[in-house]
T-cell receptor, first 114, second 116 residues
Framework: GESVGLHLPTLSVQEGDNSIINCAYS??????FIWYKQESGKGPQFIID?????DKRQGQRVTVLLNKTVKHLSLQIAATQPGDSAVYFC?????????????FGKGTKLSVIP | ETGVTQSPTHLIKTRGQQVTLRCSSQ?????VSWYQQALGQGPQFIFQ???????GRGNFPPRFSGLQFPNYSSELNVNALELDDSALYLC???????????????FGPGTRLTVT
């Protein structure tokens, strides 16, 4: 079946630097994309989302970019902090009867070096 | 905190047994989705319940079943447990509205199931 995947399994960045986490998706019918952060022992925490009619969306210190042409999604974290250390998942979805089923990638582990 | 709670936190079962996991959705949410997360993997969609009816199912066998109650809480039942069922089971709640598809899913902390 179709799935969401990630380019890099691990990423180490220096505190204060910007982080970029990439993701490729394969389902051309997907119209909704989310980034989640998962800390050890916890459930995924919503970071930011974007719909397919947009190519960029900004939040607090985070930006998601969507390139539908090449089916690529990225998460940019500005001024990375130690508290950003976690596993980051992208997920895609196609609307289904008013709600969304998410297809997750395997995740990228972000380690922030103090 | 998302307001989504799950019980129990941890569970150890023997192969062949049955298990029931519970989820209380965030107040006001009418949709609950269940996911299985194996160690080192991303969550995999099991099924979703909307207004007490199954509203989509992933690639899981029929021994995975669920319920949603009138208060929108939910149960995940797994029969004839196998060793590969050992995983973190996550539920996520969301609000689906007929006129405006809401999409944010809020995850609970999960139930860690170990099958021996």
């Amino acid at each position: 079946g179709e799935s969401v995947g990630l380019h890099l399994p691990t990423l180490s960045v220096q505190e204060g630097d910007n982080s970029i986490i990439n993701c490729a998706y394969s389902n051309s019918a997907s119209d909704y994309f989310i980034w989640y952060k998962q800390e050890s022992g916890k459930g995924p925490q919503f970071i930011i989302d974007i719909r397919s009619n947009m190519d960029k969306r900004q939040g607090q210190r985070v930006t998601v970019l969507l390139n539908k042409t090449v089916k690529h999604l990225s998460l940019q974290i500005a001024a990375t902090q130690p508290g950003d250390s976690a596993v980051y998942f992208c997920a895609d979805s196609k609307a289904w009867a008013g709600s969304y089923q998410l297809t997750f990638g395997k995740g990228t582990k972000l380690s922030v070096i103090p | 905190e998302t307001g989504v709670t799950q019980s129990p936190t941890h569970l150890i079962k023997t192969r062949g047994q049955q298990v029931t996991l519970r989820c209380s959705s965030q107040s006001g949410h009418n949709t609950v989705s269940w996911y299985q997360q194996a160690l080192g993997q991303g969550p995999q969609f099991i099924f979703q319940y909307y207004r007490e009816e199954e509203n989509g199912r992933g690639n899981f066998p029929p021994r995975f079943s669920g319920l949603q109650f009138p208060n929108y809480s939910s149960e995940l039942n797994v029969n004839a447990l196998e060793l590969d069922d050992s995983a973190l089971y996550l539920c996520a709640s969301s609000l689906a509205r007929g006129y405006d598809n809401s999409y944010e899913q809020y995850f609970g902390p999960g139930t860690r199931l170990t099958v021996t």
